[in-house]
């Protein structure tokens, strides 16, 4: 894995952990003592961070380092993060419309299964 690659999967694993926390970037960063313009540079790949701030970050989010540079692959990834954004989503909405929200996907699931 290329080092550009690197920083982008380890930026992409530190949004996924701080999404699946419902943390926002200002609250980890507060948490982690970083600026939070650096956690966004951060989860964007444009940076990579120092083995001291994955740390600060892990201790932050409450993970283990190995939690935060275990990478999936692109696909596993993609399912990942639309995982936690559905159920981000799926928060705001009253429970008995997240109920018809499901039946609508499951009804999905199975279209798209039978092809």
């Keep these: 894995m290329e080092r550009e690659e690197l920083t982008k999967q380890l930026g992409a694993n ?18 982690a003592g970083l600026h939070p313009a650096y956690i966004g540079r951060l989860e964007r790949g444009e940076k990579c961070p120092t083995i001291d701030t994955v740390y600060k970050i892990c201790d932050a ?12 692959s692109e696909s596993k990834n993609a399912d990942a993060q639309a995982r936690i954004r559905i159920e981000n989503a799926l928060k705001k909405i009253p429970g008995s419309q997240q109920i018809k929200v499901a039946e609508i996907i ?9 092809k």
């Excluded at 530190?14 to 948490?31: G, N």
């Excluded at 989010?61 to 999936?72: A, D, G, K, Q, T």
């Design 61 to 72: 989010l409450c993970v283990s380092v190995n939690e935060i540079l275990c990478f999936e």
């Design 106 to 114: 499951e009804s999905i699931a199975e279209i798209t299964n039978s």
């Design 14 to 31: 530190i949004r996924k952990l701080r999404l699946k926390k419902d943390i926002s970037q200002e609250a980890l960063s507060m948490s």
